[in-house]
């Protein structure tokens, strides 16, 4: 007995969905062949969003970590995106997961009681 069949947009969504994870997979041990995945899914209108250095911006991106800076010229600025977001078509899949810097003081000890 086979399955019963699926509609298109499902089976896209599923590929969709497994070329994310894919690339997520893919980010330190083989960051040629993720950008090659990237490139696939902008082929179909699903736009990776890795937004290194640009100004932090809690309704877009989501926070994860922390990098101390002392140039207050990068506070608040993404340091780094651990996890990419996704648009598809403009809609919204997944938000970036990122690294912010924070300023720290050449006074901070980095203790924090």
Request: overall charge negative.
């Amino acid at each position: 007995m086979s399955a019963p069949p699926t509609a298109p947009a499902t089976d896209r969504a599923v590929l969709v969905e497994l070329c994310i994870d894919l690339a997520d997979r893919l980010r330190t041990t083989a960051p040629g062949l993720r950008a090659r995945v990237h490139r696939g899914l902008a082929d179909v209108g699903v736009v990776a969003i890795e937004p290194d250095g640009q100004p932090f911006d809690g309704t877009h991106h989501d926070a994860v970590d922390r990098e101390p800076t002392t140039e207050p010229a990068r506070d608040r600025t993404v340091a780094s995106t651990e996890r990419a977001g996704y648009l598809d078509h403009g809609l919204l899949l997944r938000r970036p997961e990122v690294v912010v810097y924070a300023l720290q003081s050449t006074t901070d000890t980095g203790d924090d009681r």
